[in-house]
């Protein structure tokens, strides 16, 4: 059962990177929403080093939701998932692995290039660091509950706009405790261990719910 | 429970209890508005203005009471399969959504001239807003299939999720709103209220629980005659076309 986890694993990391798989296009994304923003909000550095995290995180939440139809649709429209649902391994572990494997190719390079987009954004370097670390910790139920999401709205031809609507409310904890504890450490006086520790325990928590919500949402959307 | 779970008892039922239901609704809404409008003293800051408390609370509070009706709901479609509870949860969301608007709405209306703006991003307005999304969200759903079997879990399993996500958002709301604490914001825990004020209110709220039974139901009673409709339209469609070629059959969906 693990080796097959493990496989599973590799072979979505591996069809991440290979030819045409779209997955670095959420890093593009992620960079275009950082461009465009200055361009609205006005080149005053002093505005953007302030809004510098929220942009950060809102970029990041954008661009994972965006991926997200790739999690389950492509293997939903070449009837493989049909497969993964009738193999040996448990559905809720395939989703837990194909989660990952989004996370680590999809979502972890928008961790890695944040620091980046931060200097462009004036950041100071304990903004950037407390952006880059809150972003590596709440990601992960970015897309845990991303991926109950995708799963509800594979079996629809176009989920999509579905998908961000359905999504988009139930993130809102991660947002505010993943700003609230950057702007702890920018703004002074105000408790930063609480809110990163909050945001730690949605992401366990979503680790251990959200491929259940997932595998049975697969399950009844295939009926 | 079990006993109404066969459609057709469920309808028998049903048909008879919703006249009453509904007149029971009328003269109690009928009571209330009269108390809240001609019997209720103004109050002596907010002046008439607080009447619109007595349609604003009770919205509110209903439009959360809809929301956990549909949970256990989606728990009885899930668990239990019950025929009915699918019925329930997507008779209940347009509901939900109406009563939660009449709240933004209202109470949009009462900020304007108590807090001279008609939203402010407090902590309670915003959950609000969430839950009205999260309805808004869930009628998209369900409206996206074209087979209510299949709609049927999968709203379920969303509703569920939402269900436990709601106590976070409100949590994690509330420490955004401590956050970013605006200059000067009404409290809510003033002063008590008096009776004169309080039973106007309950009989509202008495009246608007009525108001949600007799629309849940009336709705339920809709969505089942609609399925009727659509097994009786995919019946005579396919029998139309003979029995050789029932491989080939082309039905035509009603329109919901």
Redesign the interface.
């Known amino acids: 059962m693990g080796s097959a986890f493990l496989a599973l694993l590799i072979r979505d990391t591996r069809l991440a990177f290979s030819h045409g798989s779209g997955a670095h296009l959420g890093l593009v994304f992620f960079l275009v929403f950082i461009v465009v923003l200055p361009i609205g909000v006005g080149p005053d550095l002093n505005l953007l080093s302030r809004l510098g995290p929220a942009f950060l995180w809102i970029g990041a939440l954008l661009s994972v939701l965006l991926g997200l139809d790739r999690l389950f649709q492509i293997d939903s429209e070449d009837g493989t998932l049909d497969l993964m649902t009738m193999a040996d391994l448990p559905l809720e572990l395939t989703v837990l692995a194909k989660t990952i494997a989004h996370w680590l190719t999809s979502v972890l390079p928008l961790v890695l290039v944040s620091p980046l987009l931060g200097l462009m954004l004036n950041m100071s370097p304990e903004g950037i660091g407390m952006t880059a670390l809150t972003l590596f910790v709440g990601s992960p139920a970015l897309t845990l509950i991303g991926a109950v999401g995708a799963a509800v709205t594979t079996a629809l031809p176009r989920g999509g706009m579905l998908l961000a609507i359905l999504v988009l409310p139930l993130t809102l904890p991660v947002l505010i405790f993943g700003i609230s504890t950057t702007n702890a450490v920018i703004v002074e006086g105000l408790p930063f261990r609480t809110p990163f520790l909050l945001l730690g325990a949605i992401s366990l928590a979503s680790l251990a719910l959200a491929p259940f919500a997932a595998a049975a949402a697969l399950r009844s959307g295939q009926g | 429970m079990w006993k109404l779970a066969n459609p057709g008892v469920f309808m028998a039922y049903s048909g008879r209890l919703l006249p009453w239901l509904w007149a029971a609704t009328g003269a109690v809404l009928a009571i209330g508005l009269y108390q809240a409008f001609f019997v209720a003293p103004t109050d002596y800051q907010q002046g008439e203005t607080v009447r619109i408390m007595f349609i604003h609370v009770p919205a509110a509070w209903f439009s959360m009471f809809c929301y956990t009706v549909m949970a256990t709901s989606a728990i009885g479609t ?1 668990v239990w399969r019950h025929p009915l509870a699918d019925v329930s949860v997507k008779a209940a969301i347009p509901i939900g959504a109406v009563f939660t608007a009449v709240t933004l709405i209202t109470g949009s209306l009462w900020g304007k001239p108590m807090w001279g703006t008609w939203w402010v991003w407090d902590a309670r307005l915003t959950s609000v807003l ?1 839950l009205f ?2 309805y ?3 009628m ?2 369900q409206n ?2 074209d087979d209510p ?2 709609a049927a ?2 709203t379920a ?2 509703v ?3 269900f ?2 709601i106590p ?2 409100k ?3 509330d ?2 709103y401590t ?1 970013h604490q605006p200059a000067s914001v009404f409290r809510f825990d003033g002063p008590t209220i008096y009776p004169t004020i309080l039973i106007p209110l309950l009989i509202m709220a008495a009246g608007f629980m009525l108001l949600f039974f007799a629309l849940h139901i009336t709705a339920m009673r809709a969505e089942i005659l609609r399925r009727r409709i659509r097994k009786i339209t995919l019946l005579k469609a396919r029998g139309s076309t003979g029995p050789g070629r029932r491989t080939a059959t082309f039905t035509t969906e009603p329109a919901e």
């Open positions: 899930l969430v999304l999260m808004l969200g869930l998209a759903l996206a299939f079997g299949r879990r999968v399993i969303t569920l999720v939402g436990i996500n976070i958002i949590f994690s709301v420490w955004w956050l």
